[in-house]
């Protein structure tokens, strides 16, 4: 069975500085994907960033940046520069081939002016 | 349509009727899935198809729990005899095929479903 696990539920952190939101996860599985999603107040589950399991560097997208550690089974979530709009529930997914996704609990961010 | 678009947006019910939620998915894609979101807490998976046959239901809760695709698009929940156990945003994805589509899955806006 695949588990994701976020051990941060509440984060905080000023405008402009940077936090990590860090999840880590469990599967038996060699390919997979796993993913951050943002859900604001308005339910829409936003991709803010992906990585594919094969893939050793990692995947960056503007002000998110991820560092997997395939071996430790860790992907953590960094936001820099942050911004008001980053304010949002972050989950963190997981998803093998054929299969579907495993999300962890969540955690919430708050960006404080 | 552009997105995965998910009907009603919001529906209150009275506790024993029964309710359906539509969801509408990317034009192509193949793959559908179904989540359930409780207050504060991450999706919860209720059932994955491919086409139109469902390849995982290990999600459903029980057998008031209901979903078909008969057309490999639209798909529709169905629960029967409502508990107020069952509130919660219901949540719809839908991807392509394959393992490159699994990087392509889109979520709809959820339906937010109230049992009085």
């Known amino acids: 069975a695949q588990t994701v696990t976020q051990s941060q539920p509440e984060m905080s952190v000023q405008e402009a500085e940077t936090v990590t939101l860090s999840c880590t996860y469990d599967?038996?599985?060699?390919?997979?994907?796993l993913f951050w999603y943002k859900q604001p107040p308005s339910r829409q589950m936003i991709l803010v960033i992906r990585q594919e399991a094969y893939k050793q560097q990692n995947a960056t997208e503007n002000r998110f940046s991820v560092n997997f550690q395939k071996a430790a089974k860790s992907f953590s979530l960094k936001i820099s520069d942050s911004q008001l709009g980053d304010t949002a529930m972050y989950f963190c997914a997981l998803i093998n081939y054929g299969q579907n996704f495993v999300f962890g609990p969540g955690t919430r961010l708050s960006v404080l002016p | 349509g552009a997105g995965v678009s998910q009907t009603p947006s919001n529906k209150v019910t009275e506790k024993g009727k029964y309710v359906e939620l539509r969801c509408d998915p990317i034009?192509?894609?193949?793959?559908l899935y179904w989540y359930r979101q409780s207050l504060g807490q991450g999706p919860e998976f209720l059932i994955y198809f491919q086409g139109t046959g469902a390849a995982d239901d290990s999600g459903l809760p029980n057998d008031r729990f209901f979903a078909v695709r008969p057309e490999g698009s639209v798909s529709t929940l169905k629960i029967q005899r409502t508990e107020r156990g069952d509130s919660a945003v219901y949540l719809c994805?839908?991807?392509?095929?394959?393992?490159?589509?699994?990087?392509?899955?889109?979520f709809g806006q959820g339906t937010r479903l109230t049992v009085v």
């Open positions: 034009s192509g894609h193949t793959a």
């Open positions: 994805a839908s991807s392509p095929s394959g393992m490159e589509g699994m990087a392509e899955a889109f």
């Open positions: 599967t038996s599985e060699n390919n997979y994907y």
